[in-house]
């Protein structure tokens, strides 16, 4: 079927890993008998969970499409992860929604994935949630409607209400319509309210009664003169609230039994807001700074990149939403964002890992094409006669970082275009090589993040690596002024080696670099022989004076020497000003520099003591502390990188999840003496090792 964009609702899924997003989406298909087998997480066969990670492990991974059609609507559910380790799939999928449904378990109530689903989903017309897993033993329906109230605010409201619970789950009772549901064998039957829910069905009916009239100031005096609304308008202020975030819907019911599953979809198509209700992608015109704004009304072509992914065997897949106009296959879009004409072929929905072709996809919807060739998530694509660029989606920065390795030199040749493909995909994953300590780093939003990227590395593109803590590019200079002979004498039998200079090395300001001052007088070093002592004291900076770290921030005076008229060279020369560091190093006051960065982290107030003193105990220097505006706090400190290198994990221990953190690198500093002499006998160990 064809569907406009009144018609469309496109919801992303989030909540708690475990709450059963991708049941209820796989439960919510076979209703609508998108699918006909309903398929199970644990058995690896669910639709949406496809991919062999996700299957491997259990868990959603990557944020998988999942359409069906529901009367005259269609309902693009979009499955999203629930560890915070892939919530920069979230972040992707709520850009293009405009409803967020978040999960919660009914035994767990309102846990870390809810609170950060609400907060990632802050940019959705609509935050509505779904307490699953009514079935389970201790479920407490009005427990977790209460928490969610106490967590989220008063328009938190209910639509619908369980009849019975745990195994004596039979049934829902719709709010909206005051009307009962029970389930037998998978079969739905229309039902009376039980007696003995009768009143707390009131209850929830009025607290709803009073937010849809809210929602409508001719509702509101109608509600103080009579009380009441009529059913038509309950829906229609419900609709209002709903679609302008008055309302927070609650819907409740079990994923696994089927509970709860065609009112929700009745509601969702009822309720929810569609595309053409939305206010609208803010961006600008191309090649301009004038801001411009399209919706499902504005005729011109335009599309947002979302989700990419990459397989060596089917190509490039590219997610994306209809702004505005009507995507085509066999077409041309323009790419605004890299300026670039794609050329596109077959046009798809998805289903899972389903594609169907379509010859168009309307305003609103959202599909996919494959092998675009410079196209990656967050791009816009447009019309080139009409072109716009979207304000990109907002992406949480890499925090966890690895240094890897190629098992083999056929590994390393495929390892750097392997990389590519998947930073391509995955707009949250970084890579780069260490100008410093020469080793290839991965980074991503925590280890489990990391360990999949490696994990894909093989599995995709048949690339093996090793990985380690990378290491901590310290530097090494000195504090005192000090001069030195450097000689380099050495004969041989025939002509010999011979050069002779004095230097006098001092301490500069931090930054400052390397320093050469040529203050020889008289000849007593000729002229050609001067670039090589400096260049041998470079060479010999560059071995280090402690732990073979590289010498910064030092000034070099030559002010004597001397040289024979046969024997000298710039080899000679350049011997001799590495010497001339080299015998200066003791009387220098040589000391390790290690870099500070600067950390923000924010967290709720009930963890900011343990926070606090986990910096300390990593050497931190608190710069301050001040409340964000979202009711958390953010903490700024100095800390050095070496303590910092494992923070996306112990900040997730410390605040149970709930706490986030970027760093950027600030100066260096000198290393206190414990942690010298730990570093110097680090050091020599790998240099056994290697040895």
Same mark, same amino acid.
Not at 537 to 553: F, K, N, Q, T, W
């Given at each position: 079927?064809?569907?406009?964009?009144?018609?469309?609702?496109?919801?992303?899924?989030?909540?708690?890993?475990?709450?059963?997003?991708?049941?209820?989406?796989?439960?919510?298909?076979? @209703?609508?008998?998108?699918?006909?087998?309903?398929?199970?997480?644990?058995?690896?066969?669910?639709?949406?969970?496809?991919?062999?990670?996700?299957?491997?492990?259990?868990?959603?991974?990557?944020?998988?499409? $999942?359409?069906?059609?529901?009367?005259?609507?269609?309902?693009?559910?979009?499955?999203?992860?629930?560890?915070?380790?892939?919530?920069?799939?979230?972040?992707?999928?709520?850009?293009?929604?405009?409803?967020?449904?978040?999960?919660?378990?009914?035994?767990?109530?309102?846990?870390?994935?809810?609170?950060?689903?609400?907060?990632?989903?802050?940019?959705?017309?609509?935050?509505?949630?779904?307490?699953?897993?009514?079935?389970?033993?201790?479920?407490?329906?009005?427990?977790?409607?209460?928490?969610?109230?106490?967590?989220?605010?008063?328009?938190?409201?209910?639509?619908?209400?369980?009849?019975?619970? *745990?195994?004596?789950?039979?049934?829902?009772?719709?709010?909206?319509?005051?009307?009962?549901?029970?389930?037998?064998?998978?079969?739905?039957?229309?039902? /009376?309210?039980?007696?003995?829910?009768?009143?707390?069905?009131?209850?929830?009916?009025?607290?709803?009664?009073?937010?849809?009239?809210?929602?409508?100031?001719?509702?509101?005096?109608?509600?103080?003169?009579?009380?009441?609304?009529?059913?038509?308008?309950?829906?229609?202020?419900?609709?209002?609230?709903?679609?302008?975030?008055?309302?927070?819907?609650?819907?409740?019911? /079990?994923?696994?039994?089927?509970?709860?599953?065609?009112?929700?979809?009745?509601?969702?198509?009822?309720?929810?807001?569609?595309?053409?209700?939305? &206010?609208?992608?803010?961006?600008?015109?191309?090649?301009?700074?004038?801001?411009?704004?399209?919706?499902?009304?504005?005729?011109? =072509?335009?599309?947002?990149?979302?989700?990419?992914? $990459?397989?060596?065997?089917?190509?490039?897949?590219?997610?994306?939403?209809?702004?505005?106009? @009507?995507?085509?296959? #066999?077409?041309?879009?323009?790419? /605004?964002?890299?300026?670039?004409?794609?050329?596109?072929?077959?046009?798809?929905?998805?289903?899972?890992?389903?594609?169907?072709?379509?010859?168009?996809?309307?305003?609103?919807?959202?599909?996919?094409?494959?092998?675009?060739?410079? @196209?990656?998530?967050?791009?816009?694509?447009?019309?080139?006669?009409?072109?716009?660029? =979207?304000?990109?989606?907002?992406?949480?920065?890499?925090?966890?970082?690895?240094?890897?390795?190629?098992?083999?030199? $056929?590994?390393?040749?495929?390892?750097?275009?392997?990389?590519?493909?998947?930073?391509?995909?995955? &707009?949250?994953?970084?890579?780069?090589? #260490?100008?410093?300590?020469?080793?290839?780093?991965?980074?991503?939003?925590?280890?489990?993040?990391?360990?999949?990227?490696?994990? %894909?590395?093989?599995?995709?593109?048949?690339?093996?690596?090793?990985?380690?803590?990378?290491?901590?590019?310290? %530097?090494?200079?000195?504090?005192?002024?000090?001069?030195?002979?450097?000689?380099?004498?050495?004969?041989?039998?025939?002509?010999?080696?011979?050069?002779?200079?004095?230097?006098?090395?001092?301490?500069? *300001?931090?930054?400052?670099?390397?320093?050469?001052? #040529?203050?020889?007088?008289?000849?007593?070093? &000729?002229?050609?022989?001067?670039?090589?002592?400096?260049?041998?004291?470079?060479?010999?900076?560059?071995?280090?004076?402690?732990?073979?770290?590289?010498?910064?921030?030092?000034?070099? %005076?030559?002010?004597?020497?001397?040289?024979?008229?046969?024997?000298?060279?710039?080899?000679? =020369?350049?011997?001799?000003?590495?010497?001339?560091?080299?015998?200066?190093?003791?009387?220098?006051?040589?000391?390790?520099?290690?870099?500070?960065?600067?950390?923000?982290?924010?967290?709720?107030?009930?963890?900011?003591? #343990?926070?606090?003193?986990?910096?300390?105990?990593?050497?931190?220097?608190?710069?301050?502390?001040?409340?964000?505006?979202?009711?958390?706090?953010?903490?700024?400190?100095?800390?050095?990188?070496?303590?910092?290198?494992?923070?996306?994990?112990?900040?997730?221990?410390?605040?149970?999840?709930?706490?986030? =953190? %970027?760093?950027?690198?600030?100066?260096?500093?000198?290393?206190?003496?414990?942690?010298?002499?730990?570093?110097?006998?680090?050091?020599?160990?790998?240099?056994?090792?290697?040895?």
């Amino acid at each position: 079927m064809k569907h406009t964009a009144e018609a469309i609702r496109n919801v992303a899924l989030v909540g708690q890993r475990g709450s059963g997003k991708t049941s209820l989406a796989e439960m919510l298909l076979y @209703t609508a008998k998108a699918i006909d087998r309903l398929g199970r997480v644990d058995d690896g066969t669910s639709t949406c969970d496809f991919d062999a990670d996700e299957i491997q492990r259990k868990m959603t991974i990557s944020t998988a499409i $999942a359409p069906l059609e529901w009367g005259d609507s269609k309902i693009n559910l979009l499955d999203t992860p629930g560890y915070s380790d892939f919530v920069g799939d979230v972040a992707g999928a709520v850009a293009v929604s405009e409803a967020a449904l978040i999960v919660l378990d009914a035994v767990g109530g309102v846990e870390v994935g809810t609170e950060v689903g609400w907060d990632l989903a802050e940019k959705c017309m609509t935050r509505a949630f779904f307490i699953n897993k009514m079935d389970r033993e201790n479920a407490d329906y009005l427990s977790t409607l209460d928490s969610l109230r106490n967590r989220f605010g008063n328009h938190v409201v209910a639509l619908t209400m369980p009849i019975g619970s *745990e195994d004596a789950l039979e049934g829902i009772v719709d709010l909206v319509h005051m009307k009962a549901y029970t389930w037998s064998s998978g079969k739905m039957t229309e039902a /009376s309210i039980p007696a003995e829910l009768q009143s707390q069905a009131d209850e929830l009916r009025e607290a709803l009664v009073e937010a849809a009239a809210e929602a409508n100031d001719a509702f509101i005096e109608k509600y103080f003169n009579d009380g009441t609304l009529s059913d038509e308008e309950i829906v229609e202020g419900a609709h209002a609230g709903i679609k302008s975030g008055i309302i927070s819907p609650v819907f409740c019911g /079990s994923s696994a039994r089927g509970i709860g599953a065609e009112p929700l979809l009745n509601l969702i198509a009822e309720e929810f807001p569609s595309p053409a209700e939305a &206010p609208g992608r803010e961006g600008r015109k191309a090649g301009s700074d004038s801001a411009e704004k399209r919706d499902v009304s504005s005729p011109e =072509f335009s599309a947002l990149v979302f989700k990419s992914t $990459a397989d060596p065997y089917v190509g490039k897949l590219t997610y994306f939403k209809v702004v505005s106009g @009507t995507a085509r296959s #066999d077409s041309h879009m323009w790419n /605004s964002t890299r300026e670039h004409d794609e050329r596109v072929g077959q046009l798809y929905f998805l289903k899972g890992k389903q594609q169907q072709p379509t010859p168009e996809i309307a305003p609103g919807d959202i599909g996919a094409v494959a092998k675009l060739q410079n @196209t990656v998530t967050g791009d816009t694509l447009c019309d080139r006669n009409s072109a716009v660029v =979207f304000s990109p989606i907002e992406f949480p920065e890499p925090v966890y970082s690895v240094a890897i390795t190629a098992k083999s030199k $056929a590994d390393e040749d495929k390892l750097g275009p392997a990389l590519g493909k998947l930073a391509e995909e995955d &707009p949250t994953f970084r890579y780069h090589r #260490d100008p410093e300590t020469g080793e290839t780093l991965i980074s991503g939003l925590g280890d489990t993040h990391v360990d999949i990227i490696i994990d %894909r590395l093989k599995r995709k593109f048949g690339v093996q690596v090793d990985s380690a803590i990378p290491s901590i590019p310290y %530097r090494e200079t000195i504090l005192a002024s000090a001069k030195a002979q450097g000689r380099h004498k050495k004969q041989t039998g025939g002509r010999g080696q011979f050069g002779d200079c004095w230097v006098e090395f001092e301490p500069v *300001e931090r930054g400052a670099g390397f320093q050469f001052v #040529d203050a020889v007088v008289g000849g007593a070093i &000729p002229r050609q022989y001067i670039p090589a002592v400096e260049k041998g004291i470079r060479e010999s900076m560059e071995r280090g004076l402690l732990a073979g770290y590289p010498v910064v921030d030092v000034r070099a %005076r030559v002010y004597d020497g001397s040289f024979h008229p046969v024997d000298s060279s710039e080899m000679a =020369f350049k011997m001799a000003g590495a010497a001339a560091l080299h015998n200066a190093a003791e009387k220098a006051s040589p000391v390790i520099l290690e870099p500070i960065v600067t950390a923000e982290i924010r967290v709720p107030d009930e963890y900011m003591g #343990d926070v606090i003193g986990d910096l300390n105990g990593k050497r931190g220097r608190i710069l301050g502390m001040e409340p964000d505006g979202s009711g958390k706090q953010l903490v700024k400190a100095q800390v050095p990188l070496a303590e910092m290198q494992r923070y996306a994990i112990d900040l997730k221990s410390i605040a149970h999840g709930r706490g986030t =953190f %970027r760093i950027q690198p600030s100066h260096y500093e000198e290393v206190p003496p414990v942690q010298t002499k730990e570093i110097i006998e680090h050091k020599k160990r790998e240099h056994h090792v290697e040895e």
